[in-house]
């Protein structure tokens, strides 16, 4: 296969158990405060002292600094949304609404450091074999385009119904399919072996629910599913490395350039259309939402009641 080595029948189910796993985990913890609590403050404060040092240490391949800083960044991002959401007073607090661009920016740079350190390694990586090459500059390039496109965040409001998800009008599925290329091209080039699951599933598991079950709410969905796979996959690294489930790249140099090379073209596209935007409508990317004009970001505020 191109991205992978030959799939058995017990690695494609499992693909769709951890999929459908992660979707209905992110709809019972957003539907429920408690289970949120529970789920992204209560656990991994216990898993953190009893189970994380065993099964996250050095020599691991979930060991490294990158998979510590991702388990706890969002895990701090899950913390913050809900902050804002049950919050009133955060809701309308610029310096509050600005915490979710902030975050995912600190996520996505987390990740392009690890691209460019990576373009020098060639062999077994802290338990992952990881083949270096041009492709972690150019995905590393596309990951900065990425954050420098995240526009909205001023915009941000909490839907008028139980749930009180938070909703991110401008944060529009051209942007989202960027981030999808940009973040399977990482965990390809620098954790390989686990972009079966890392990247695939993960990423539709936040993306899914975006486009149709509850639309505006990408941001909250994906801190959710990755703070939910980080901390399984901490707990239990075999199940990405050794077991029968487990699922080996074709560390391919093609492959790698193919899917780095998508992931820069689709954000050199959202960068041009967004600066166009920008300078034709003479938009502040810092104050103004740039994508209010778009029957896409009219249908996110029509699927939660909201208005603009």
């Known amino acids: 296969m191109f991205l992978f080595e030959q799939l058995s029948l017990a690695q494609i189910v499992m693909w769709?158990?951890?999929?459908?796993?992660?979707i209905l985990?992110?709809?019972?913890?957003?539907r429920n405060k408690y289970v949120s609590i529970f789920l992204?403050?209560?656990l991994p404060a216990i898993l953190t002292f009893t189970v994380w040092p065993k099964t996250a240490g050095e020599g691991s391949s979930v060991g490294t600094w990158f998979h510590w800083a991702k388990v706890y960044s969002a895990l701090a991002g899950c913390i913050g949304f809900m902050a804002i959401r049950y919050i009133k007073k955060l809701q309308k607090n610029k310096y509050a609404l600005a915490f979710p661009a902030f975050i995912l920016a600190l996520n996505i740079m987390e990740a392009v450091i690890r691209d460019f350190q990576c373009y020098s390694y060639n062999g077994l990586v802290d338990g992952v074999t990881i083949i270096g090459g041009p492709w972690n500059i150019m995905n590393g390039i596309a990951g900065i385009l990425n954050i420098i496109t995240i526009s909205g965040w001023m915009g941000i409001v909490i839907s008028?119904?139980?749930?009180?998800?938070?909703?991110w009008p401008d944060q529009l599925?051209?942007?989202i399919i960027a981030y999808d290329l940009w973040n399977f091209a990482y965990v390809y080039n620098c954790v390989s072996d686990h972009s079966y699951y890392a990247g695939l599933a993960l990423l539709l598991s936040c993306t899914i629910p975006a486009f149709f079950i509850k639309k505006g709410a990408w941001l909250q969905h994906r801190a959710q599913t990755l703070a939910v796979w980080m901390m399984f996959v901490m707990c239990f690294p075999n199940f990405v490395d050794t077991s029968k489930f487990a699922v080996k790249s074709s560390h391919s140099t093609t492959a790698l350039f193919v899917v780095s090379l998508l992931s820069l073209l689709s954000n050199v596209a959202v960068f041009v259309y967004h600066y166009y935007k920008i300078f034709k409508f003479k938009k502040n990317p810092f104050k103004e939402e740039i994508h209010n004009d778009l029957k896409s970001y009219k249908a996110v505020l029509s699927?939660?009641?909201?208005t603009i």
């Open 303 to 306: 699927n939660n009641n909201l």
């Open 16 to 22: 769709f158990v951890v999929l459908a796993a992660l």
């Open 160 to 167: 008028k119904d139980k749930s009180q998800d938070m909703i």
């Open 40 to 42: 992204f403050i209560v």
């Open 173 to 175: 599925w051209f942007w």
């Open 25 to 30: 985990i992110n709809e019972i913890a957003r």
